[in-house]
């Protein structure tokens, strides 16, 4: 399935998780991809898994949180590209903790990289969306955005902005060829989730010491197949910027096992 031969696609996050899982998915496809991440050593790992598609990859080392960075970097990877036709905003951190111990700085970051972050990327990519064929944005929301998810206030806050943002974008350049979504992804197994992730744009969840387990029970998924890994979300992704997604924009897909039925 070549889906994305001709196609020019720039992934956030691309360094671990979910944002590498859909390079890889794209390059396998026969796209032409720039991944973006903090985190260096993550981007080589990329690279490696790559293999004989990593021809047609390309890294950047981007600090989303910071707008020269995003700046800096979206102009270096839509020169690499020669254009852009998919932007993913997959970078972004989970913190955990009890909320009347979360200090405004730890609130304040958690909103600058997941929700600023991704207005950032966007509002760089824009220009060159337009000009882009058949342009698709997928931007990372969360089931925490819909759905309790204790001690992860801050978390919940930017992936509902993320959403709500994403339905605005989807109504405001719908007449110009630009299509919005977002993905929901629950109950997967990532260096977000698990904190095995190499970015510092990917830091595990960190659960207080005395966090109430119990208020987790309702948060398995209802297949039974314990949690997925991240190839699940990047073949969701990956269609939805294909042109079998061409008719799919200003909503979410949820992606969660049914967990949150």
Do not use: C
């Not at 590209?81 to 009347?100: K, P």
């Not at 960190?206 to 190839?231: H, I, N, R, T, Y």
């Amino acid at each position: 399935m070549d889906r994305y031969e001709g196609r020019r696609a720039l992934i956030t996050g691309g360094g671990s998780g979910i944002g590498q899982a859909t390079v890889l998915r794209m390059l396998g496809e026969g796209g032409t991809v720039v991944a973006a991440d903090v985190s260096e050593q993550g981007l080589k790992d990329t690279v490696e898994q790559a293999g004989a598609h990593a021809g047609r990859l390309t890294t950047l080392v981007v600090d989303i949180a910071d707008e020269t960075s995003v700046r800096d970097g979206v102009a270096a990877a839509i020169a690499a590209l020669g254009g852009l036709d998919v932007l993913v905003n997959a970078a972004g951190i989970l913190r955990s903790s009890h909320t009347h111990t979360t200090s405004l700085e730890s609130f304040n970051r958690i909103i600058q990289v997941n929700l600023v972050g991704t207005f950032l990327v966007i509002r760089e990519s824009i220009p060159a969306l337009l000009e882009g064929r058949d342009a698709a944005v997928i931007n990372f929301s969360s089931t925490s955005a819909m759905f309790a998810h204790p001690y992860m206030a801050a978390y919940a806050a930017s992936k509902g902005g993320i959403q709500s943002m994403t339905h605005a974008l989807a109504s405001e350049y719908a007449k110009q060829g630009i299509r919005f979504t977002a993905v929901q992804p629950g109950s997967i197994s990532s260096g977000m989730t698990d904190g095995s992730g190499a970015s510092k744009q990917s830091a595990g969840p960190g659960l207080p010491e005395d966090a109430d387990m119990s208020l987790f029970v309702k948060l398995a998924p209802a297949l039974g197949q314990g949690f997925a890994g991240p190839e699940t979300v990047a073949s969701v992704v990956a269609m939805l910027g294909s042109e079998d997604g061409r008719f799919i924009t200003g909503t979410e897909v949820r992606i969660d096992g049914g967990t949150h039925f």
